[in-house]
C-alpha cells in the first residue's frame, strides 16, 4: 500500500507565499518523478511542476519564476515552494509520484488526496 499525503494548502493574499509538501509512504522500493498538478473549478487538471529523481525539473509557463519545485530522496518527500501568488493560481493542487513498489516492477502513478490553495485579490 502506497499512501501520498499532502500539507500546507491554505488561504493567502495575492502576493503572499505558501509551501506545499507531499510525503510518501508504503511499500515503495523507489520513486522516479514527482509531480505536482492543481484543477480549478471547471477546469482540467494540469501539470504545475516536476522533477526527477536526478533533480532535473520542469514548470507550467504561467508559474516559471514564482515556483519552485524540490524533493529530498531520503524523506520521499517533495515540495512546491509557491511565491507571488495570483487569484489564477487558486486550484486544489495534487501530487503525483511515479514510484516501483519492487525490484524491476513496472513503474506506476499514485495521487495524493490534494490539498487546497485559495489565493484572494
Known amino acids: 500500500q502506497v499512501q501520498l499525503v499532502e500539507s500546507g494548502g491554505g488561504l493567502v493574499q495575492a502576493g503572499g507565499s505558501l509551501r506545499l509538501s507531499c510525503a510518501a509512504s508504503?511499500?515503495?522500493?523507489?520513486?522516479?518523478?514527482m509531480g505536482w498538478y492543481r484543477q480549478a473549478p471547471g477546469k482540467q487538471r494540469e501539470l504545475v511542476a516536476a522533477i526527477t529523481s536526478g533533480g532535473s525539473t520542469n514548470y507550467a509557463d504561467s508559474v516559471k519564476g514564482r515556483f519552485t519545485i524540490s524533493r529530498d530522496n531520503a524523506k520521499n518527500t517533495v515540495y512546491l515552494q509557491m511565491n507571488s501568488l495570483k487569484p489564477e493560481d487558486t486550484a486544489v493542487y495534487y501530487c503525483?509520484?511515479?514510484?516501483?513498489?519492487?525490484?524491476?516492477?513496472?513503474?506506476?502513478?499514485?495521487w495524493g488526496q490534494g490539498t487546497q490553495v485559495t489565493v484572494s485579490s
Open positions: 503525483n509520484a511515479d514510484l516501483e513498489v519492487a525490484p524491476h516492477s513496472t513503474p506506476t502513478g499514485y
Open positions: 508504503g511499500s515503495i522500493f523507489s520513486i522516479n518523478a
